[in-house]
């Protein structure tokens, strides 16, 4: 059974980078034709893609959170992270990490890792 499992600080101050780490057990990152993606829920608001990173390292990002995103992988400790630079408070949100099939269906969820940005 495929696992993720979100990490990373719950408070960020406006300006720094936030970094989040999602944990993959029950199978590799690397394998298959899937898509591991971070998607944000923001409080009172939908869900919100944020981008992915394929199972071949290849990588696609939101048009409206492109300059400020970068996906990356260590597939030593099959992870794969979330680098967000100049937060701001609109960037308080739920952050999930999921895994795709293909074809936009998301089959397996992290619990999700709430953060807030505020000084």
């Known amino acids: 059974q495929v696992q993720l499992q979100e990490s990373g600080p719950g408070l960020v101050k406006p300006s720094q980078t936030l970094s989040l780490t999602c944990t993959v057990s029950?199978?590799?990152?690397?394998?298959?034709?899937?898509?591991w993606h971070w998607i944000r829920q923001p409080p009172g608001k939908g869900l919100e893609w944020m981008g992915l990173?394929?199972?071949?390292?290849?990588?696609g990002y939101s048009p409206s959170l492109v300059s400020r995103t970068t996906i990356s992988r260590d597939t030593s400790k099959n992870q794969f992270t979330l680098q967000l630079t100049s937060v701001t408070p609109e960037d308080t949100a739920a952050y999930y990490c999921?895994?795709?099939?293909?074809?936009?269906?998301?089959?397996?969820w992290g619990q999700g890792t709430q953060v807030t940005v505020s000084s």
């Open positions: 999921v895994r795709e099939l293909g074809g936009g269906q998301y089959d397996h």
């Open positions: 990173i394929g199972a071949r390292g290849t990588t």
């Open positions: 029950g199978g590799s990152i690397t394998t298959g034709d899937y898509y």
